[in-house]
C-alpha cells in the first residue's frame, strides 16, 4: 500500500494548523450530573507474543514490521477507553486544562461542523477533511454548541498525550506500552488483521466502527454510528476489551520511531529513549478500506505529544 497521501483517519499534527495560541482558562465548570461509566482492568498474564506486521500490510513510514517475539510480564488493562464521564471526574477534581482548551482549538472532521463553522475553520492542506476549530476541546466535541451532554458513555477525545498521561497520574495508573496494548488487542489470537480474525465483517457482522461507503464525502453508518460509538460498543475481543479496533485512536506510552523496535528490545520494550512523537494505536471511526486500514490490530501511527483531534482518546493499564 502506497502512502502517496496522507491516511484519512491520521489527524495531523497541531504544527500543521498553527493557530494563534489562547491564554489558558481558569478551572472549567463542573460537569454535574455526570454518570459514572466504568469498566474496570482486566488481568492479563502476559508471557510471550509475536507483535507487528508482514511487510507489505500498512504504511511502509509507520514501521509496523518485522513480525517479532516480544515478552510482557503480565499487566492489567481498561477494558474500554476512558469515557466522558470519568474524565469529567478527573477534570472536577482537579481543574485540569486540557491542552486543547489552552490553545483555544483542536482538529475536527469537516463533515461534523455546519456550513459556516466549516467555512470560516482553516483546513489541513494535505487532509483538508480536518478543520482547526476554535473552541473544539472534550466537553465540546465539535466546536461551540456542540456537548457531551448526550455521550458520557463515549470515549473522551481531544485529549492530548500530556492530558492522558496527566489523567493517568490522577488514578494513579499509568498509559500501556505499545506492546502492552497489542497483546490486549489481539485477544489471545495470533497473527490475525483484527481482535476477532481476518475478515472484518464475519457472518455480514459489523465489529468495530469505521467508516462505511465513500470517504470523505458519504459515511451510511451501517455500523450503527457516524462518530464516536459509546465505549462498550460491539463485542469484546477474547480478553474482554471493547473497541480496540476502530471508533477512536488510543494514546500509547511509548515515542514514537519507524525503526527503533526492528534491532529494539524484546522483554517489555517500551520504545525510543526520545522523540517528538508518541505512539497511537486502533484506528479511528474515520478508517475506510479504500484509504487507510489502520484499524488492523498490528497497525500503528504517531503523534506529537501536544496534539489533539475529534477520534483520539486513551485507555489505561497498570502493573499486575
Not at 502512502?3 to 494548523?17: D, L
Not at 485540569?96 to 482538529?107: F, N
Not at 467508516?211 to 464516536?228: I, M, S, Y
Not at 501536544?306 to 502493573?319: E, K, L, M, V
Amino acid at each position: 500500500m502506497s502512502q502517496e497521501h496522507p491516511p484519512a483517519c491520521c489527524a495531523p499534527s497541531r504544527g500543521e494548523t498553527p493557530l494563534t495560541l489562547s491564554p489558558p482558562p481558569g478551572p472549567a465548570p463542573r460537569a454535574s450530573g455526570a454518570p459514572a461509566v466504568t469498566g474496570g482492568m482486566v488481568l492479563l498474564p502476559g508471557g510471550p507474543f509475536l507483535m507487528g506486521g508482514a511487510d507489505g500490510e500498512g504504511f511502509p513510514a509507520d514501521g509496523e514490521g518485522p513480525v517479532r517475539e516480544v515478552r510482557l510480564r503480565p499487566f492489567r488493562i481498561d477494558v474500554h477507553a476512558v469515557g466522558n464521564a470519568r474524565f469529567a471526574e478527573f477534570a472536577d477534581a482537579t481543574g485540569h486544562v486540557t491542552e486543547a482548551e489552552r490553545y483555544g482549538w483542536s482538529h475536527v472532521f469537516a463533515g461534523f461542523l455546519p456550513g459556516v463553522l466549516r467555512r470560516d475553520s482553516p483546513r489541513v492542506a494535505e487532509t483538508p477533511w480536518w478543520c482547526a476549530v476554535r473552541g473544539a476541546d472534550w466537553r465540546h466535541p465539535e466546536g461551540p454548541g456542540s456537548t457531551v451532554e448526550d455521550r458520557w458513555d463515549h470515549p473522551v477525545v481531544h485529549v492530548s498525550w500530556n492530558d492522558a498521561a496527566a489523567y493517568a497520574r490522577w488514578a494513579g495508573v499509568r498509559l500501556p506500552t505499545e506492546a502492552e496494548w497489542e497483546y490486549a488487542a489481539r485477544g489471545g489470537l495470533s497473527r490475525r488483521r483484527y481482535p476477532w480474525g481476518d475478515e472484518p465483517t464475519p457472518g455480514g457482522r459489523h465489529m468495530c466502527n469505521i467508516w462505511q461507503g465513500a470517504f470523505p464525502t458519504k459515511n451510511t453508518a451501517e455500523d450503527g454510528h457516524r462518530g464516536t460509538a459509546p465505549v462498550d460498543s460491539f463485542p469484546p475481543n477474547g480478553y474482554g476489551l471493547h473497541n480496540v479496533s476502530g471508533n477512536v485512536w488510543e494514546w500509547c506510552a511509548d515515542r514514537f520511531s519507524a525503526t527503533f523496535h526492528i534491532d529494539g528490545p524484546r522483554d517489555d520494550p517500551t520504545g525510543p529513549p526520545d522523540g517528538p512523537a508518541r505512539v497511537l494505536r486502533g484506528g479511528s471511526y474515520l478508517c475506510h478500506d479504500s484509504y487507510c486500514t489502520r484499524y488492523r490490530v498490528a497497525a500503528r501511527m504517531g503523534n506529537t505529544g501536544d496534539s489533539s483531534s475529534g477520534h483520539t482518546g486513551f485507555r489505561c493499564a497498570a502493573d499486575a
